[in-house]
């Protein structure tokens, strides 16, 4: 199957400072994108979806300010957490997908970055 | 909004045993996905089916679309499949599909 990385896998960082997170389409071009947050045994919830070249459209309640998505190319798509605070530590994991044809296209997942804000 | 249900919640067998995983949803859907999560947190695909019946190794997902209902069935289970197991739905219009997770079933194998 396509794979999706993302980098770093890992990331602690000082409460104040902003951290942005990479997600790559290794072997195909990526229409869409997706980011998710998942805390501590809890499942994923959405938080955006990117169009390539265009805006993000954001879940409610998550901040568009704080959580900067910017997927200028087909192959990436990056999260910037801005002025992260210790509730933002979280796991975040991105997936993508093509759009093609007639029928819904797979979302391929990303293994996930863990952040930590002290 | 599509609610989804997994169960069981929690599962510990022994090695060797039958393991099947459930899956259940409200809102008619056009795909559902079970992907496997382990302890460090990524997530691999295991599968994407939206109709029948699907096979990879050891593991058989099926689904029927009119009892809004899906099954994770793993044979011969080992310790390695301890992981925990998500089914997630795909609904609502082509071209903006939404993704709506299930709480997942934590797997243990014991040796």
């Known amino acids: 199957g396509a794979v999706v990385s993302q980098h770093p896998s890992w990331v602690i960082c000082k409460s104040g400072t902003s951290v942005k997170i990479e997600c790559r389409s290794l072997?195909?071009?990526?229409?869409?994108m997706f980011w998710y947050r998942q805390f501590p045994k809890q499942s994923l919830m959405l938080m955006a979806t990117?169009?390539?070249?265009?805006?993000?459209?954001?879940e409610q309640g998550v901040e568009k300010d704080k959580f900067l998505i910017n997927h200028a190319s087909l192959t990436l798509s990056t999260l910037t957490v801005t002025s992260a605070h210790p509730e933002d530590s979280s796991f975040y994991i991105c997936?993508?997908?093509?759009?093609?044809?007639?029928?819904?296209?797979?979302?391929?997942f990303g293994p996930g970055t863990r952040l930590t804000v002290l | 909004k599509n609610e989804v249900e997994q169960s069981p919640q929690n599962l510990t067998a022994q090695e060797g045993e039958f393991i099947t995983i459930n899956c259940s949803y409200s809102?008619?859907?056009?795909?559902l996905h079970w992907l496997q999560q382990h302890p460090g947190g990524g997530i691999v695909s295991l599968f994407m089916?939206?109709?029948g019946k699907k096979k990879h190794g050891r593991l058989i997902a099926t689904i029927n679309i009119q009892e809004k209902h899906s099954s994770l069935h793993i044979t011969a289970s080992h310790p390695r499949d301890s992981a925990v197991y998500i089914c997630?739905?795909?609904?609502?219009?082509?071209?903006?599909?939404?993704?709506?997770f299930g709480t997942g079933t934590r797997l243990t194998i014991i040796p």
């Open positions: 997936s993508a997908r093509s759009l093609a044809g007639g029928s819904y296209n797979e979302q391929f």
């Open positions: 072997d195909f071009q990526a229409t869409t």
């Open positions: 990117s169009n390539e070249g265009s805006k993000a459209t954001y």
């Open positions: 809102v008619g859907i056009s795909a």
């Open positions: 089916l939206s109709s």
């Open positions: 997630a739905v795909v609904w609502g219009n082509f071209g903006n599909e939404k993704l709506t």
